[in-house]
C-alpha cells in the first residue's frame, strides 16, 4: 500500500456506471409502494404574465386510471414561503406555483395530475384546458417593463469597485479599447431530469431527488409544509449529470409531497425535457461593456467593467462576477458596475462558473484586442500585468501561477508557430487562426461533517450527507482513508447522499474536494489519535511512546522508533469491533456558526480573508474557418491548470477535458434561443452541444502549484476551471484566423459571412 492520493485511479463506481447497475438518485424503488407509486405530470403556463380564468377538466376526468387533478385550488396556502438558498434560506426560484391564479412566467406548473400510469398522467396532463387572461410580459435586457436595478440594491452584499479614478486615467491613455460583448441563455440540460418522488410513513416524509444539496432541500420542505426536520429525509444517490442545476429545493418537490400525502400513496414525477427549461434554473444572458486603457509598455492604467445580467421579479439573486475580472490583472484604476435586469422569468441559478464563464469572455476578449493594438503577443501582454496581489484589495495571492500556466500551455499546444498577423495561416479553403485566454477561479470552502469508522478487520466506511456528482469525490475519499488509515482501498466503503448521515453543504462551487478531504484527513487523524492513545496507555503495548509520533500504516500503527502494533488489535484496544468519530470539519477563518448553519441546511461557501486564493489556468484554440460557408472547426484545445495539491490525477484530467469540451459549445454551439418570453428550442435536438463529431484533440495539463495557505491540504477545487475561458480563446483564435472580433456567443456560421 504505497501513497494513493497524487496518483491516478479511476473511479471505483465506474465499472457499475458503464455496466448499467448504477443506481442514480431517481432510481431506487420507493419505501412502502406496494402496488407502486402514482405516476405525476405536470401541465405548464402557455402564457408569459396574467391569471387563469378557469380550467377545464372535463376531458382529463374521462382518462382511465386517473387520480387526481392539483392545481391552486387544492394547494394555495399549503407551501409557506421561503426564501432563496444564496439569501439565507433554501429555495432555487422562490416562485411557489399553485399557490394562486396569477402566472409568473412561461412554462410555470399550473397543474399537477397524478395517475395508476406514466401514460394516463401524461394523457390526462395535455388534456387538462387552462383558460388565461394575459398580461404583456417583459423577458429580455430590452422588453418594455424589463427593471435595471443596481445589483448592490438587490444584494445586500454586493459592492461595486472603485479603485483609482478609471475615466480619468482612460482619459489619459496612450491606447484605449471600448468594446461590448454579449453572451446567450443557457440551459443545463443533465441526461437524468429533475425528477422528484415523495413516500409518506405516518408523518415521516422520504424524497428522492437528484440534488446537490441533500440539506437544503430537507429543511427547505420542512419550513414550506410545517414539518419537524428531523421528519424528513432526503436521498439523493449519483447524479446524473447536474452542470449546477439540482442545487436547493425545486418549486415541484412540495406538490409532489402534498400529492402523495392526499392521495396515500408515494407519488413519482418525472418532467419532461421540455419543462426543465422552465421548472428549473439557467444561465442567464448577459451584456458587457468593458474599457481598458494602456501606455505605451502595455501596461494597463485603466479597467471599467460594466455587466447586466437577466433575473426574475421574485427573487434577491443575480450571478455576480466583476470581482473576478477586476482583480485579474495589475491596474492601478478600476471601476465596476454590476446590474440585475428584472423580468418576467423564472429565477436563474448556477450553471458551471457561473460569473466566470461570461464574464471572462468580455475581459479575456478585450486583452486580445488590446494586443492587437499595441502589437504584442497576447501572452506577452499577460505577462506585462501579471501581479503577486489582487490591485483592488492589496492583499496578496496565496499563489500565483497564472504565467506558469500559459508558458506550459504554449509550450505544448505550440504557440511558437503563430504568426501575429490575422488572416495569414491558410490551408486551402480554410483560414487557421490560434488563440488563448486566462481561466481563472476563486477557491471556496466550507464546513463539513463526516463520520469515519476503521473496523478491527481492515475495513472502513466514510459517511457524509455530501455528494457524488460525478466528479470522483467517491473515488477521491476511498484513496484519502487507505492512505490515512492504512488500509486497502477496496476496503474503504463511501457512503454519501442521505440526510441520514452526517451533515455536509452542497456539492458547488468547486468546493467539494476542499471541503470532504480537508473533513477525511481530520477524521482520520482524530482515529489514528484515539488509536494511538489507547496503544500507548499505560500498561498497553505501547506504552510509554510519544502517541503523537504514531500512524496508521500498511494495517499496523506504527512510528519511527520500535515496533509498531497491528491494526486488529489497536482497534480492539478501543472497541471490540471498529472505532468510530464524528469528525467536525469548519475552515480556519470561516464563520464562527459555519458548523450550526450547515445543520440547518443554509449555504455556507466562504473565501479566505487575508489573501486571494484561486486556481489557474490558460487556454489555447486552434479554429479553422472556411472561407466560402464560414464554417468553423476546433481542431485542437489545449489547456494547463493549476489548482493546488491534485488528489487523482486521472478524474481530474477528466473533468478538466470535459469542460474544455463544454467550453466549445460556449463558443460556438450553446444558446437557448428566445422569442419573447417562450425558449423556442427546449429539447436536445434543437439545443445544440458539442457531440463527438464537434470535438478534436483535446489536451490538458497540470501545473504544479504548492499552495500552503489556502487550506491545511493545499486543495483548490477545479471542477469548473476547464469550462472557463475557452470560449475567448475560440473567439480570439476566430479573429486570429479571419480578421473578424466576434463579440457575441454563440458564433456560428451565419456570423462568418
Ligand atoms: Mo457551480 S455551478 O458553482 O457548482
Known sequence: MGALLGTPLSRVEGAAKVTGT???ASDPPLPGAEGGPAQAALVTSAIARGRITGFDLSAAQRVPGLLAVFTHRDFAGAVAPVPHLMAGGYVNSGHRPLESDEIAYAGQIVALVVAETTEAADEAAAAVRVAYEAAPAAAGFDSPGAETVKLKDLKAHHEDIRTGNAEAALAASAHRIEARYETPTQHHNPIELFTTRCAWDGDRLTVHEPTRYVGAVQHGLAAQLGLDPAKVRVVSGLLGGHFGSKFALSQHTALVALAARRLERPVSLVPTRRQCFTIANYRPESRHAIHLGADGDGRLTALVHEAEV???????FAMEGADVTASLYACPAIRTEERAVRVDRNTPGPMRAPPEVPYLFALESAIDEMAWKLGLDPIELRRRNDTAKDPVSGKPFSSRPLMACFDAGAKAFGWARRVPRPGALRDGPWQIGLGCAASVRPVKIAAATMRVRLAADGSAEIATAHHEIGNGITTLLAMGAADWLGVAVDKVQVRLGDTALPPAGISGGSSTTTCLMNAL??????????LADAATAPGAPLAGRPPESLRLTSGTLAGPDGPGLPLAEAVRLVDPQAVEILAEFAPQGGKPDALDALRKGHIGLTLPDDALSWAFGAQFAEVHV?????E?????????FAAGWVLNPLTALSQLKGGMIWGLGSALLEETVRDGPTYRNPDLAEYLVPTCADVGTIEALIVPDPDERVNPLGLKGLGELGVIGVNAAIANAVYHAT?????????????MI
Open 632 to 640: 468553423i472547426r476546433v481542431p485542437r484545445l489545449t489547456g494547463a
Open 739 to 751: 480578421s473578424h472580433r466576434r463579440r457575441s456567443l454563440p458564433i456560428r456560421v451565419e456570423d
Open 521 to 530: 484527513a481530520l477524521g482520520c487523524r482524530q482515529v489514528s489519535r484515539r
Open 22 to 24: 448504477a443506481i442514480y
Open 310 to 316: 437577466v433575473t426574475s421579479r421574485f427573487d434577491a
Open 626 to 630: 472556411h472561407a466560402q460557408t464560414g
